[in-house]
């Protein structure tokens, strides 16, 4: 049976992965003491940030209410950035772990494209494509660190 997602669940799922998106980055960057990982990670919590509010203007167009993580959500991700970094905060590290929360969100969202295509808003669809875009990116960039 063919698993279809309205607009409104896209738009949610794009609003609450750019938003752990950033809730991790603003957890990690306390960690981070190499220059320049920094410095992407920054930029990458920018366009996040980006998003975010294109999602957020999206939900309000279609009557959307986004609601952020559960603070249970970003809690269990606070610990795993703490304990993730508490022996080693190596730029190496860093990237690991970013990567691994990058593909997750491209995993999820690329299921998302599959599942909404065909019915999706056009908006909708370029919005998520962006993000996909983005993150495909980012996992590219952070990848250097390896």
Not at 40 to 51: A, D, L, N
Not at 86 to 106: E, H
Request: aromatic letters at 4%.
């Amino acid at each position: 049976m063919e698993q279809i997602k309205s607009d409104s669940e896209i738009i949610a799922e794009i609003y609450r992965n750019a938003q752990l998106a950033i809730t991790s980055i603003s957890d990690i960057m306390p960690e981070i003491e190499d220059g320049e990982i920094r410095e992407e990670i920054m930029r990458e919590h920018e366009e996040y940030e980006k998003i975010c509010s294109e999602a957020a203007q999206l939900a309000m167009k279609y009557g959307i209410d986004v609601k952020e993580p559960s603070p249970i959500k970003k809690a269990m991700m606070w610990s795993a950035i703490k304990m993730g970094t508490a022996n080693d905060n190596s730029p190496q590290n860093i990237a690991q772990m970013m990567i691994r929360g990058t593909v997750n969100g491209i995993t999820s969202l690329k299921t998302s494209l599959t599942d909404g295509e065909k019915v999706m808003a056009a908006d909708v669809k370029k919005l998520l494509n962006s993000l996909i875009a983005l993150e495909e990116g980012f996992e590219k960039k952070l990848k250097k660190f390896l």
